[in-house]
């Protein structure tokens, strides 16, 4: 008897820990992207700097417009393209599970596939705001002291992230927080097999839409390594995005200026 | 003693978790290392200078692209008329602007000016040069999401991508284009002149346009008698024309949208549906139904009503003036790689076109009849008209096209598609390549083969291959 209460209390001591434990990696994820987003409706300009073999080689910029969906918590995405010049005008809804591209050259809306938001270097997926602990199951791994991408030591929580739902933009996640301050400083973005796709440095924190943000992203293709790029944003406001701007036929309606 | 059991089993598996998952120093710096020095040497202080000016959607760029084209030496039906050229180049300029006039008023432009050389047309002539106007409209915002648009307007519809059935404006309207490839064609066309209302509501939306009859029908026009500063508006408003099509967002996975056109005597409905599928896949279907006379017998009234055929002569294949209930569809899949390619297989009926023995009959007629006869000019005739209107000459064919993004190097577009008639296993094959050199200049190419035997839909064209070049400047 005595030995039996012994084992279930351990077990339930262990289960206790582990709960605890997984939340603390839900409020770690929800704290850094607190800091990664603004909570209001908000405007802002992407820049995409692609380089090949250590060339700075193309530009990319998207202007995108995100607002919460209260019902989700997760951001709803408008994009238009700016640059490059052949790219200009093209738009993508992004809206949970409603994905739709716009070309003004041909004046059509195409439903997009998710694995589509991930095409080209500078992929849509990568411009998305979003709520990372909405659509990912967090765990955290430890903790240990990681170099950012200026070369400094970080303290960091190393979380693991699963994709909880078909909305997700990766599979898999690995995540590195600094303590503390829960600022992102590293991600490691992986594929439906596992493949390792993208690696993530956060870098340049300053004042962003009303908080020390991070500006700018460094994103290198772990499937070519000669390919990396920088992700810069700007221009950020606060903004009116109503709900009605979210759907395919506004796509043709949308306006930058 | 248990607690101390199960403690040393808690911080046991969270300290194995630990170990297995530790980013190691050796594998920082060597992902470290992957930073371009360039980035690398940007001061983390210093925040990167965004651009100014925000390009709100215009493009403009000049092209060049020379095209040759091989012609079948002998084909089962000889074309009588003018044939298609050996060689053709072409300088175009291509203009796609928005001037906003007033807070709610906006003015939009879009067309391309050409200057044309061709193996089969005299130089100089007005034929080298000629401008095709796109569209040409202002758009009004009454309140909010209301809009009101009046001028030459590319109205489009459909989610597929080889064929659109319920793309009503699509007739007649595509000029002289470089590529086959049906997401090219629905770009360079000429819009119709109409005036459109839309409202956005919370979950979906609701368009109507009226395009009025301002010319009788004209003749199929050739590469050889294009205008060249006229509108073509005889192309697009040659009959009233009324659409009206709704959306409705049913959460974020399924947004129908029901169409109801009227042209002429005739009403079609038409529906569009799109659905993913896991991470990977799109399905969607797009239908239209009305009541309609075959393809051969409304190619054999608009050309004796344009006077391009003999009004009273019997044709050289059967025909009949019934008119009945005929479908059109295009239904399909995408599907999207890991290795950034993307699928796109579809399924297309056209009720309305060429049965196996509409087939059989237009080989024999073609076979009996020498190429100076007008039952020979009849056949081709049914050919260009089905093209002219955008429809596929036969009832059943599959189409599947691949894009790949990134394509062994970084910046490179490989497409290619293939567009197949069922009956016969003939069909158009289609392979191009884009380079990204820079932000600004692109160069490209396209090699096309029409194959199939002889008597087949594809076989029987006269153009056996077609090869382009071309270099792209944008600004």
């Known amino acids: 008897m005595s030995g039996t209460f012994r084992f279930v209390a351990a077990a339930a001591l262990l289960i206790a820990s582990a709960a605890a434990h997984a939340q603390t990696a839900t409020e770690i994820v929800a704290a850094a992207d607190k800091v990664r987003n603004p909570q209001a409706p908000f405007r802002s300009t992407i820049r995409f700097t692609d380089y090949i073999q250590g060339r700075e080689r193309e530009h990319d910029t998207f202007v995108v417009f995100s607002k919460e969906d209260p019902a989700t918590r997760q951001f709803r995405n408008l994009v238009q393209y700016a640059e490059p010049a052949r790219d200009a005008g093209k738009r993508v809804l992004l809206d949970g599970r409603s994905l739709w591209f716009f070309d003004p050259a041909s004046k059509v809306s195409v439903r997009i596939s998710p694995q589509q938001r991930l095409i080209g270097q500078a992929a849509v997926g990568d411009v998305l705001t979003v709520n990372l602990v909405v659509d990912y199951d967090a765990t955290l791994l430890g903790t240990e002291k990681l170099v950012d991408a200026t070369r400094a030591e970080r303290q960091c929580w190393h979380l693991d992230l699963k994709a909880a739902n078909d909305r997700a933009v990766y599979n898999h996640i690995e995540y590195w927080v600094e303590q503390e301050k829960f600022n992102p400083v590293k991600e490691k973005l992986y594929s439906d097999s596992g493949r390792l796709l993208k690696i993530v440095y956060f870098r340049n924190f300053a004042q962003r839409l009303g908080a020390l943000r991070p500006i700018e992203q460094i994103i290198i293709d772990a499937v070519d390594t000669s390919l990396a790029t920088t992700a810069t944003l700007s221009d950020d406001v606060f903004q009116d995005v109503p709900d009605a701007w979210f759907q395919r036929d506004y796509l043709p309606r949308l306006q930058i200026n | ?475």
């Open chain 2, 1 to 475: 003693m248990w607690k101390g059991a199960a403690t040393c089993l808690v911080y046991g598996a969270l300290w194995n978790t630990g170990a297995l998952a530790q980013n190691t120093q050796p594998d920082q710096d060597k992902e470290l290392d992957l930073i371009p020095q360039a980035v690398q040497q940007q001061s983390a202080d210093s925040q990167p200078v965004a651009p100014k000016a925000i390009n709100a959607g215009s493009r403009l760029y000049l092209e060049n692209a020379f095209s040759v084209t091989s012609l079948r030496d002998q084909p089962a039906v000889p074309t009588p008329g003018p044939r298609p050229f050996n060689w053709q180049e072409r300088l175009f300029l291509d203009v796609r602007k928005e001037w906003r006039l007033a807070s709610s008023l906006i003015f939009t432009y879009s067309g391309r000016t050409n200057l044309r050389a061709e193996d089969d047309l005299s130089f100089p002539t007005h034929e080298n040069l000629s401008n095709d106007l796109r569209e040409m409209y202002v758009g009004w915002q009454p309140w909010d999401r209301t809009y009101l648009d009046l001028g030459r307007i590319n109205l489009k519809s459909g989610v597929a991508l080889g064929y659109n059935p319920t793309d009503f404006f699509r007739t007649r309207a595509v000029v002289e284009p470089l590529s086959a490839d049906p997401t090219v064609l629905r770009e360079d066309r000429l819009g119709t002149l109409m005036l459109r209302a839309q409202q956005l509501l919370e979950g979906g939306s609701f368009t109507a346009a009226f395009a009025p009859k301002l010319y009788e029908p004209s003749a199929i026009y050739t590469n050889i008698n294009l205008p060249s500063l006229d509108p073509m508006l005889d192309r697009t408003n040659a009959r009233n024309r009324f659409l009206a099509k709704g959306s409705l967002n049913m959460g974020d996975r399924f947004s129908p949208e029901l169409l109801l056109y009227h042209e002429g005597s005739r009403t079609r409905m038409g529906a569009n549906l799109a659905e993913s599928f896991g991470q990977k896949s799109v399905a969607y279907l797009e239908w239209s139904g009305g009541r309609r006379a075959s393809l051969i017998d409304d190619a054999l009234r608009y050309g004796r009503d344009t006077g391009t055929l003999p009004l009273h002569a019997p044709s050289g294949i059967p025909e009949s003036s019934h008119e009945s209930f005929q479908n059109e569809l295009a239904i399909g899949a995408s599907y999207t790689t890991e290795t950034r390619i993307t699928f796109n297989l579809e399924y297309h009926l056209n009720q309305a076109g060429f049965t196996r023995a509409d087939w059989r009959n237009w080989f024999a007629a073609g076979h009996a009849h020498p190429v100076a006869s007008p039952v020979v000019g009849e056949l081709w005739y049914l050919r260009d008209y089905a093209l002219d209107q955008q429809d596929p000459t036969g009832k059943h064919s599959v189409f599947l096209r691949a894009d790949w993004v990134d394509a062994f190097i970084p910046k490179l577009e490989l497409t290619g598609f293939v567009n197949a008639d069922t009956y016969d296993g003939s069909g158009l094959l289609q392979i191009s390549a884009d380079y990204y050199l820079s932000d600004h200049w692109t160069v490209g190419g396209l090699i096309a083969t029409n194959f199939g035997p002889a008597r087949s839909d594809f076989g029987s064209l006269a153009e056996a291959a077609n090869f382009m070049f071309k270099v792209a400047r944008y600004f």
